[in-house]
C-alpha cells in the first residue's frame, strides 16, 4: 500500500458526459501528479500540482482540468468524454516534487468511455 | 514520439534464472533513470533508480545499468523469482524541466516461470 488512494477504482460512463477523478496523496506530501495510461501506451504525464499551485502541464486535453485543494486532495475533472479518453488515470505523490523524489502512485482509476 | 521505448512487450524466464529488460531513451536532456514495477490493480511501484553520472547501481537482486552512449539501460533480476512476475515500465526525467515529471516507457510484461 503506497498510501496514495484514489476514488472511484472503476468508472463506466458515456460520450459527452464529464467526470471527476479524486486523489488523496500519502500524509505529507505536498506535490501530486496526474498519469494517464491508455490502451498498450505507457504513462503520460498530464499535470503536476504541488501545495495547491500548478507547477506544470504534460500532454493534458484542454477538455481536462486538475485542481489541488488546501488539504492537498486532487481531483481531475474529464469533460465532453470521447472513446479515447478511455483509460486508467493514476495519481502520484511526492513530498515536494523535488528532483528525484520517489513518486508513490495510487492505484488508479479505470475509466471507460461507452 | 516516443522518448523512451522498451521494445519487447513481454518476456518469460526460468526461475533462478537472470531477467534482463531493456530500454531505450531518444532525449539526452535525461539525466535520471526509474524502473517502476507494476502488478495487476495496482499503481506502480519504485523499483530502482540510477542518475547519469553513474553507469550501475545496485539494490539486492536488482541492478540497473546505464550506457549513455548508446542511450540506453538495462535493469537486470539475478535470480529470477515468482514474485517478480509483474509489467516493468522504464521511466526518465531531467533537471531542467521545472517540474519532476516522469517519462514512462511503454512496460516489458516478465513472467517468471516455476
Known amino acids: 500500500d503506497s498510501g496514495v488512494t484514489q476514488t472511484p477504482k472503476h468508472l463506466i460512463t458515456a460520450t459527452g458526459q464529464r467526470v471527476t477523478l479524486r486523489c488523496s496523496p500519502r500524509?505529507?506530501?505536498?506535490?501530486v501528479y496526474w498519469y494517464q495510461q491508455s490502451l498498450d501506451q505507457g504513462l503520460q504525464f498530464l499535470i503536476h500540482?504541488?501545495?495547491?499551485?500548478?507547477?506544470a502541464k504534460g500532454n493534458i486535453l484542454e477538455r481536462f482540468s486538475a485542481q489541488q485543494f488546501p488539504d492537498l486532495h486532487s481531483e481531475l475533472n474529464l469533460s465532453s468524454l470521447e472513446l479515447g479518453d478511455s483509460a486508467l488515470y493514476f495519481c502520484?505523490?511526492?513530498?515536494?516534487?523535488?528532483?528525484?523524489?520517489?513518486?508513490?502512485f495510487g492505484p488508479g482509476t479505470r475509466l471507460l468511455v461507452l | 514520439d516516443q522518448q523512451v521505448k522498451q521494445n519487447s512487450p513481454s518476456l518469460s524466464v526460468q526461475e533462478g534464472r537472470i531477467s534482463i529488460l531493456n530500454c531505450d531513451y531518444t532525449?539526452?536532456?535525461?539525466?535520471?533513470f526509474l524502473w517502476y514495477k507494476k502488478y495487476p490493480a495496482e499503481g506502480p511501484t519504485f523499483l530502482i533508480s540510477?542518475?547519469?553520472?553513474?553507469d550501475k547501481n545496485e539494490d539486492g537482486r536488482f541492478t540497473v545499468f546505464l550506457n549513455k552512449s548508446a542511450k540506453h539501460l538495462s535493469l537486470h533480476i539475478v535470480p529470477s523469482q515468482p514474485g517478480d512476475s509483474a509489467v516493468y515500465f522504464c521511466?526518465?526525467?531531467?533537471?531542467?524541466?521545472?517540474?519532476?515529471?516522469?517519462?514512462f516507457g511503454k512496460g516489458t510484461k516478465l513472467s517468471v516461470i516455476p
Open positions: 521511466a526518465a526525467a531531467y533537471s531542467g524541466a521545472g517540474s519532476y515529471q516522469l517519462t
Open positions: 532525449n539526452s536532456m535525461f539525466d535520471y
Open positions: 500540482y504541488y501545495n495547491g499551485e500548478e507547477r
Open positions: 500524509s505529507g506530501d505536498l506535490s
Open positions: 502520484a505523490s511526492s513530498v515536494t516534487g523535488g528532483y528525484q523524489e520517489t513518486q508513490y
Open positions: 540510477i542518475s547519469s553520472i553513474k
